[in-house]
């Protein structure tokens, strides 16, 4: 498993209505953050209004996977924000849902499904990787460069991250087939702010979503990413889409 870029993620364009399409090879997607005036509750359940203004972003196998043209089972994923949180939401075709780990702060692509998101103030050495799993379970991990990956003490054990997620099947049953899962994370702003990197329009923030996909009937674990990744290694950062945010909307 490629762990020294680890690979993470397969791609989801049923469950959120837009297929596996593919981005321009010559520059890194942009990512666009709606503004959100109601709090995003975390629970797998996308009620917010906040999401149906959101872009859906498809998840797309890197080129060195199944010739970089699509994914077996795809995926899309959103993102918002307010003063607090950056929000994620997403929605992922599983026909076999499974993640093992039953705690949070681990490293959840060992044991299962999950979905990734990284994080990089653009021109600084330390960026933020960050976990959502179908049942639920979460992690942030923080590395200080590239070059210092020490996952051993990457942790971050007391954030106030948060994480939820439903599944739309039975969860660690691979006798049966499963539809898929839904993810909510949400990330505390005052953990990307922590080493002076301003958040929002006046920030220069790379993002990039992945995901590990486990299943019985795929013939090897499948990755997928929200750039278009020339080789299955999520540590390409400088193939992270730029995240952007629009003029705020004050909603009455």
């Not at 498809?58 to 970089?68: T, V």
């Not at 929002?200 to 013939?219: D, E, F, H, K």
């Not at 499948?222 to 730029?242: C, I, N, Q, V």
């Amino acid at each position: 498993e490629p762990r020294s870029g680890h690979p993470a993620g397969a791609g989801h364009a049923g469950r959120g209505g837009a297929g596996c399409g593919v981005f321009p090879p010559s520059a890194p997607p942009r990512l666009a953050a709606a503004w959100t005036a109601e709090p995003v509750t975390p629970d797998g359940v996308a009620a917010e209004e906040v999401w149906s203004r959101a872009q859906p972003y498809p998840l797309l196998p890197p080129r060195d996977r199944n010739g970089g043209t699509g994914c077996r089972q795809p995926g899309t994923v959103r993102f918002a924000y307010d003063d607090r949180f950056l929000y994620v939401l997403a929605e992922l075709d599983d026909d076999d849902v499974v993640q093992e780990e039953e705690r949070d702060n681990r490293h959840l692509y060992e044991t299962g499904d999950v979905l990734e998101l990284f994080l990089w103030p653009e021109g600084k050495a330390h960026y933020w990787e960050i976990y959502a799993a179908p049942n639920g379970r979460r992690s942030m991990l923080f590395f200080p460069g590239a070059g210092r990956k020490i996952f051993l003490t990457a942790m971050q054990e007391h954030t106030r991250l948060r994480a939820g997620a439903r599944v739309d099947g039975t969860l660690n049953d691979w006798s049966d087939r499963d539809r898929g899962w839904t993810a909510e994370i949400a990330i505390p702003l005052e953990e990307l702010t922590r080493y002076g990197d301003p958040f929002g329009a006046s920030g220069n923030w790379r993002a990039m979503a992945a995901r590990y996909n486990y299943s019985v009937t795929l013939p090897e674990i499948e990755y997928s990413a929200t750039s278009p990744l020339p080789k299955t290694d999520f540590h390409l950062r400088e193939a992270y889409g730029k995240l952007v945010f629009p003029e705020r909307i004050e909603h009455k």
